[in-house]
């Protein structure tokens, strides 16, 4: 029942997102800066090059990182993004796979499909799909995918294990994951944890050490980390104008507000969350 719960609310929160057209402030642990979404998807490693070439509302500022840099896609493989979104990393790999290649893209929010849909058919990308699904059972046969790619998703899970069992299952023997995710530097309060709104990246996050077992338990090899970064956006700490949204326990709802109207309990809470996390980009092997 929990874990139907936090999916019910991901699928909420991210159709709002999708509504909008817009990176809720919720969705990360980072909030809304004023800092423009470009930059900001710059500074997780997209360059400008493949930022301009998306299909206008494509990149809502979701991600953690750029695991389609780090895949080492070829031409003719089929790829498949978990938790796909409105489609960027999905078409990122297009390229890279070509005309005789395959992209398959998962999400389990309609409204998302719908707008990834939408910006495939504007940038005329005939070799991606996207089906409607849950990550943690993904509509797809045993091994068919040369990679299976992720950004800033399986966090939102509160079943990875399960999560990486369904990958496993879906690549070819000798097929990888890239994967990039957020995971916790170290355990957050009993403040934040219930704090944190329902759909933010944080309220599931697990340790890094943990997330990296998590991986192997599954039957993945040759574990590696890519890239790994704070993801405590520094934008935030510098920007008063930066907006989180901050739990009223009072009217059980939530509030968006400025960092500088926050009280000092409230900051010392974000500081936190910004200080405890991490982005990280791994990569394994199915033997």
């Known amino acids: 029942m929990e874990e139907e719960k936090i999916r019910r609310n991901v699928r909420e929160g991210y159709a709002k997102i999708a509504k909008e057209g817009r990176c809720c402030p919720v969705s990360t642990s980072c909030g809304e800066s ?19 070439s998306m299909p206008t509302g494509s990149n809502l500022g979701l991600g953690c990182g750029n695991p389609t840099a780090l895949a080492s896609l070829k031409a003719g493989e089929t790829v498949i993004d978990l938790g796909s979104g409105a ?7 297009a390229k890279k796979v070509g005309e005789k290649g395959k ?18 058919r504007k940038g005329n990308y005939e ?6 699904g849950e990550i943690e059972h993904l509509p797809v046969a045993n ?9 800033c998703v399986i966090n939102l ?26 995971v916790l530097k170290k355990e957050l309060s009993a403040a934040i944890r219930e704090g944190a709104h329902p759909s933010s990246c ?8 943990k997330y990296l077992e998590t991986i192997e338990e599954v039957g993945f090899k040759d574990l590696k980390i890519l890239d790994e970064r704070d993801y405590g956006c520094e934008e935030l700490k510098d920007d008063p104008d930066a907006k989180v949204i901050v739990a009223n326990r ?5 509030e968006l507000k400025s960092i500088s109207e926050l009280d000092e309990r409230s900051k010392a809470i974000v500081e936190e969350a910004l200080a405890s996390t991490l982005s990280i980009t791994v990569s394994a092997v199915k033997p």
Do not use: H, W
């Open 34 to 52: 004023s800092t423009p979404r470009a930059e900001l998807s710059q500074k997780m490693g997209y360059t400008k090059e493949e930022l301009n």
């Open 143 to 151: 091994n068919i995918a040369d990679a299976v790619i992720s950004n």
């Open 250 to 254: 009072n009217t059980g709802t939530q």
């Open 103 to 120: 992209v398959i893209g998962i999400d389990m929010t309609p409204e998302m499909l719908d707008k990834a849909r939408e910006n495939a």
């Open 202 to 209: 944080i309220k599931t996050a697990i340790l890094k050490d």
């Open 87 to 93: 489609g960027i990393d999905c078409f990122l790999a």
């Open 157 to 182: 899970t509160s079943n990875k294990k399960q999560v990486y069992k369904e990958a496993f299952r879906v690549l070819k023997p000798g097929g990888r994951i890239t994967v990039s995710d957020l």
């Open 127 to 132: 070799n991606v799909e996207f089906r409607l």
